[in-house]
């Protein structure tokens, strides 16, 4: 009744091409971005921050970043628990050597850093594919981990080898330590996922995005019509690792504000965004949020029923948490391979319809 | 001056909340998790002896002990979530019990006005009052430790020429006491040897074969 494309005519062809045909997605999705934007910075507290919001927008960027490397150009990567730490020790780096520029440059700057050892780590995904790049990345997400451990320069030879983010501010408003405000690094990590998340929607629908799937769907065959592999690939890894090397920064210095690299980000990470990935929806940005939601916000929901509410032991409410989330992702994989993105198109199909469906 | 810090920090907590009809005691443990086999004894024992003080002497001064435990698995994620949750409740000390969560929130709990104590862990340069004034770190710390063991050996044997290794976990936990090992080594004139494990640290053999036996 509502959702549907009759009536909505389309008279250029920048019309034709917009990210949202429908109408009504448009205005639900001006909707979205004003209440994140204009709404929740005058309700948002400490513990929603802290413990839903910002992890779920930081792990929404790695998803991103992750969904088109995977989802996208269908190279299967693990070491994105390494690139965030790439991107957190260049942000670390990059903070205590210049105090004084904005917090922005520096996460952007530690993104483009990523980028580059993205590519690196990149390169033998021209010779090799499936599941033996996926063991060429992990050796990319242990040798960093290692490094990062290993050589004191990265974590200014501090006695723990853990890093901890100085304070500094953005426009005279703390965005690190303990004093920054719950509605600042909010603000601050919700500019940076919306720019990517345009990005890399916009990415996905263009040229690159194209070269990027067509590799995807059939190596040979892209390189025939005249994808160039070297260069799909490789922008692929970059791309990815940008935003990636992004989230690291941000959850180290947005979010925790102390990281020890092991901990941190192991190969648990790796694996977490991976789920992401699967479970929101390989090959869509939509999934990347659904994704980061589901495993972000269900572990936290999953203690809240548990253990406030009903009052359970706490490692018994841990372990049923585990099952549970173990159950969930094995149902989904077997009920919607394609993950929550394609629950949602479905769903959106069936709108289409709604109420009268033939 | 440390106790008589604590008493401080203790009573004006305890005089700002006068409206909590309970003391809150937030324990923040690890029954899961890697570490589980270490974490659930002192989870049981902190629960246990608050039991004990609630029922032998009706809670700490005629007011009663509630004890909230949020489960960590010792990681840092966790904990910061468990802090925010229940930072709220109007409680009065945090254990942390994990180096790696203490370094997270040594800057928050301060900010915030709350006391943490971390016995034997967490970060040694807090014992000095003057900076860190909410954080206790005694009986004992990292440096305290390692300077002990010197000089337990030094009273039992010569140790001038011989070798220490130092098994460590390869994280906040295991290194902070190197800086003080290699300083008493340039002191007392003996040669250390580093040995880091890695998460999780189930399988340590190679690490130990890495030591040679003592010559008889």
Same mark, same amino acid.
């Given at each position: 009744? !509502?959702?549907?494309?009759?009536? $909505?005519?389309?008279?250029?062809?920048?019309?034709?091409?917009?990210?949202?045909? &429908?109408?009504?997605?448009?205005?639900?999705?001006?909707?979205?971005?004003?209440?994140?934007?204009?709404?929740?910075?005058? &309700? &948002? =507290?400490?513990?929603?921050?802290?413990?839903? &919001?910002?992890?779920?927008?930081?792990?929404?960027?790695?998803?991103?970043?992750? =969904?088109?490397?995977?989802?996208?150009?269908?190279?299967?990567?693990?070491?994105?628990? #390494?690139?965030?730490? +790439?991107?957190?020790?260049?942000?670390?780096?990059?903070?205590?050597? !210049?105090?004084?520029?904005?917090? !922005?440059?520096?996460?952007?700057?530690?993104?483009?850093?990523?980028?580059?050892?993205?590519?690196?780590?990149?390169?033998?995904?021209?010779?090799?594919?499936?599941?033996?790049?996926?063991?060429?990345?992990?050796?990319?997400?242990?040798?960093?981990?290692?490094?990062?451990?290993?050589?004191?320069?990265?974590?200014?030879?501090?006695?723990?080898?853990?890093?901890?983010?100085?304070?500094? $501010?953005?426009?005279?408003?703390?965005?690190?330590?303990?004093?920054?405000?719950?509605? %600042?690094?909010?603000?601050?990590?919700?500019?940076?996922?919306?720019?990517?998340?345009?990005?890399?929607?916009?990415?996905?629908?263009?040229?690159?995005?194209?070269?990027? %799937?067509?590799?995807? $769907?059939?190596?040979?065959?892209?390189?025939?019509? #005249?994808? =160039?592999?070297?260069?799909?690939?490789?922008?692929?890894?970059?791309?990815?690792?940008?935003?990636?090397?992004?989230?690291?920064?941000?959850?180290?210095?947005?979010?925790?504000?102390?990281?020890?690299?092991?901990?941190?980000?192991?190969?648990?990470?790796?694996?977490?965004?991976?789920?992401?990935?699967?479970?929101?929806?390989? #090959?869509?940005?939509?999934?990347?949020?659904?994704?980061?939601?589901?495993?972000?916000?269900?572990?936290?929901?999953?203690?809240?029923?548990?253990?406030?509410?009903?009052?359970?032991?706490? $490692?018994? +409410?841990?372990?049923?948490?585990?099952?549970?989330? #173990?159950?969930?992702?094995?149902?989904?994989?077997?009920?919607?391979?394609?993950?929550?993105?394609?629950?949602? =198109?479905?769903?959106?199909?069936?709108?289409?319809?709604?109420?009268?469906?033939? | 001056?440390?106790?008589?810090?604590?008493?401080?920090?203790?009573?004006?907590?305890?005089?700002?909340?006068?409206?909590?009809?309970?003391?809150? @005691?937030?324990?923040?443990?690890?029954?899961?998790?890697?570490?589980?086999?270490?974490?659930?004894? @002192?989870?049981?024992?902190?629960?246990?002896?608050?039991?004990?003080?609630?029922?032998?002497?009706?809670?700490?001064?005629?007011?009663?002990?509630?004890?909230?435990?949020?489960?960590?698995?010792?990681?840092?994620?966790?904990?910061?979530?468990?802090?925010?949750?229940?930072?709220?409740?109007?409680?009065?000390? @945090?254990?942390?019990?994990?180096?790696?969560?203490?370094?997270?929130?040594?800057?928050?709990?301060?900010?915030?006005?709350?006391?943490?104590?971390?016995?034997?862990?967490?970060?040694?340069?807090?014992?000095?009052?003057?900076?860190?004034?909410?954080? @206790?770190?005694? *009986?004992?710390?990292?440096?305290?430790?390692?300077?002990?063991?010197?000089?337990?050996?030094?009273?039992?044997?010569?140790?001038?020429?011989?070798?220490?290794?130092?098994?460590?976990?390869?994280?906040?936990?295991?290194?902070?006491?190197?800086?003080?090992?290699?300083?008493?080594?340039?002191?007392?004139?003996?040669?250390?040897?580093?040995?880091?494990?890695?998460?999780?640290?189930?399988?340590?053999?190679?690490?130990?074969?890495?030591?040679? *036996?003592?010559?008889?």
């Amino acid at each position: 009744m !509502f959702y549907r494309e009759a009536g $909505d005519f389309k008279t250029t062809y920048t019309q034709d091409s917009q990210t949202f045909p &429908i109408k009504f997605d448009r205005i639900r999705y001006y909707l979205v971005l004003a209440f994140a934007f204009l709404v929740v910075p005058f &309700i &948002i =507290n400490d513990y929603w921050a802290n413990a839903l &919001i910002l992890p779920f927008l930081i792990y929404a960027i790695a998803a991103i970043g992750l =969904n088109i490397l995977v989802g996208y150009c269908g190279q299967l990567s693990l070491g994105t628990g #390494g690139f965030m730490a +790439v991107g957190a020790y260049a942000c670390y780096k990059l903070m205590t050597s !210049f105090p004084d520029v904005s917090m !922005f440059i520096h996460v952007i700057l530690a993104g483009a850093i990523t980028a580059v050892v993205g590519i690196l780590f990149g390169l033998p995904s021209l010779r090799i594919k499936g599941f033996y790049l996926a063991v060429a990345t992990l050796a990319a997400q242990f040798f960093l981990v290692w490094l990062f451990n290993r050589v004191p320069w990265f974590y200014n030879y501090s006695a723990s080898g853990q890093i901890s983010a100085p304070e500094r $501010d953005t426009f005279g408003i703390l965005i690190t330590g303990p004093n920054a405000p719950a509605w %600042m690094t909010y603000l601050f990590c919700l500019i940076f996922l919306t720019v990517c998340a345009l990005i890399a929607r916009n990415l996905t629908r263009g040229s690159s995005g194209r070269s990027w %799937m067509a590799i995807r $769907d059939m190596d040979i065959a892209a390189e025939i019509i #005249g994808v =160039n592999p070297l260069k799909a690939k490789l922008t692929a890894f970059a791309v990815s690792s940008f935003f990636v090397g992004i989230s690291g920064a941000l959850f180290f210095s947005i979010y925790l504000g102390a990281v020890e690299v092991g901990e941190a980000f192991s190969i648990q990470k790796s694996f977490l965004v991976l789920f992401m990935v699967i479970i929101g929806g390989l #090959g869509s940005i939509f999934g990347s949020f659904a994704g980061a939601a589901f495993l972000v916000g269900l572990p936290v929901a999953l203690k809240v029923l548990g253990v406030d509410i009903l009052g359970w032991p706490t $490692d018994i +409410v841990s372990h049923i948490q585990l099952i549970i989330v #173990g159950g969930l992702i094995i149902m989904f994989l077997i009920l919607e391979p394609h993950g929550l993105a394609q629950l949602w =198109n479905l769903t959106k199909e069936k709108l289409r319809l709604w109420p009268f469906p033939h | 001056m440390k106790l008589k810090l604590t008493t401080l920090a203790l009573g004006a907590v305890m005089a700002a909340g006068p409206v909590m009809a309970d003391l809150v @005691f937030p324990a923040l443990s690890y029954r899961t998790g890697p570490y589980a086999a270490n974490g659930i004894p @002192f989870a049981d024992g902190y629960q246990d002896y608050f039991t004990l003080l609630n029922e032998r002497d009706g809670g700490i001064g005629g007011e009663k002990i509630k004890l909230m435990e949020c489960e960590t698995g010792y990681n840092t994620e966790k904990g910061v979530e468990c802090y925010e949750s229940l930072k709220g409740e109007g409680s009065l000390v @945090f254990q942390p019990l994990s180096t790696g969560i203490t370094y997270q929130l040594i800057p928050k709990m301060t900010a915030d006005g709350i006391p943490m104590h971390s016995m034997g862990y967490g970060r040694t340069s807090a014992k000095n009052g003057e900076v860190f004034r909410g954080i @206790f770190n005694y *009986p004992a710390n990292y440096w305290d430790g390692a300077s002990a063991a010197v000089n337990h050996i030094m009273d039992v044997d010569d140790i001038k020429g011989k070798t220490i290794a130092l098994v460590y976990h390869n994280s906040a936990y295991g290194k902070e006491p190197i800086r003080t090992l290699e300083e008493l080594s340039k002191k007392h004139d003996f040669n250390l040897t580093l040995i880091p494990v890695d998460h999780p640290g189930q399988e340590q053999k190679s690490q130990w074969l890495q030591i040679p *036996p003592r010559k008889a």
